[in-house]
């Protein structure tokens, strides 16, 4: 395995229908390849609108089974051509009525590896998430992929410390945080949680956020999507604000040896303290 990994995050604009916004993500899997990239995560619920600014339920219609159904296969087949890691997250129906907002993440041979389930919920105004969907069961995976560790938290949960730490004890190299957060009450957080999280946990971590204000809402969703090291600095330039980009970085993984041999955060950790932490 590489010391380094060439990683990808794309950020875009809701096109208006599903089959074009797959056709965006198809080509982006395409784009990011040819860059050279072994790996790429889209934003959250990336083939349809951010649908949560209201609630209705002729969206329940975005759910499909995963790994079962037909999206996951067809990216499936995209990796396996490419060779490419992909994290995909989705809208997913267990069964009727059930249903989650997920991430599958696929190796570069085309094979399922699993899924992570997004465990906060929120339900605020422009952010109904709880009419949509059941908070998360499947703990917190970290899944052994072709380029290493990797790990999926998903938006508002980014706003929890405790899952972020879980994913490090779990071998976690690089953690994608896929989103769909909006400029105004929580702007000032995106380039402050993410990297905190990253030099506290000692990893990579690659933060999604779509771009644009949509049909159904106000939000206005500001992009600037980035990587950012284990000492809490972007790698590369932030994306734009406005505008879709595919933003390719190639991550040192031997800087978290170099971390976590300076910072010693796993040793010094004191968990039978934490008792308190898990009260209701």
Not at 4 to 14: L, M
Not at 106 to 133: C, N
Not at 231 to 244: H, I, L, Y
Not at 252 to 270: G, H, M, P, S, T
Request: a negative charge; glycine letters at 8%.
């Amino acid at each position: 395995m590489s010391p380094v990994i060439r990683a990808a995050i794309f950020q875009t604009a809701w096109t208006g229908d599903k089959e074009s916004m797959i056709k965006v993500h198809e080509q982006a899997v395409r784009d990011a390849a040819a860059q050279g990239a072994q790996v790429l995560c889209f934003q959250e619920l990336f083939y349809g609108p951010y649908f949560c600014q209201v609630q209705d339920a002729k969206f329940y219609e975005y759910a499909e089974a995963i790994p079962d159904g037909p999206i996951v296969r067809r990216f499936q087949d995209l990796a396996r051509e490419h060779g490419i890691v992909l994290v995909l997250p989705m809208y997913e129906e267990e069964q009727p009525g059930v249903l989650y907002n997920t991430a599958a993440v696929i190796d570069a041979d085309g094979s399922y590896l699993g899924k992570y389930r997004k465990t906060h919920i929120p339900q605020v105004q422009g952010f109904w998430e709880k009419f949509y969907f059941r908070p998360g069961n499947s703990g917190w995976p970290v899944f052994d992929t072709a380029v290493g560790k990797i790990g999926v938290y998903i938006c508002y949960d980014r706003h929890f410390p405790e899952g972020w730490r879980a994913l490090g004890l779990e071998g976690a190299q690089i953690v994608f945080n896929p989103s769909a957060t909006s400029r105004g009450l929580s702007r000032y957080l995106w380039q402050l949680e993410q990297p905190a999280a990253a030099v506290a946990n000692e990893y990579f971590v690659g933060a999604i956020n779509r771009v644009g204000v949509e049909e159904y809402g106000d939000n206005d969703f500001y992009g600037t999507s980035y990587f950012v090291d284990p000492e809490g600095q972007f790698v590369g330039e932030v994306a734009d604000d406005k505008a879709p980009e595919l933003v390719v970085r190639d991550l040192d993984i031997a800087k978290l040896r170099e971390v976590r041999d300076r910072w010693q955060f796993y040793r010094d950790r004191n968990p039978q303290a934490y008792e308190p932490l898990t009260r209701p």
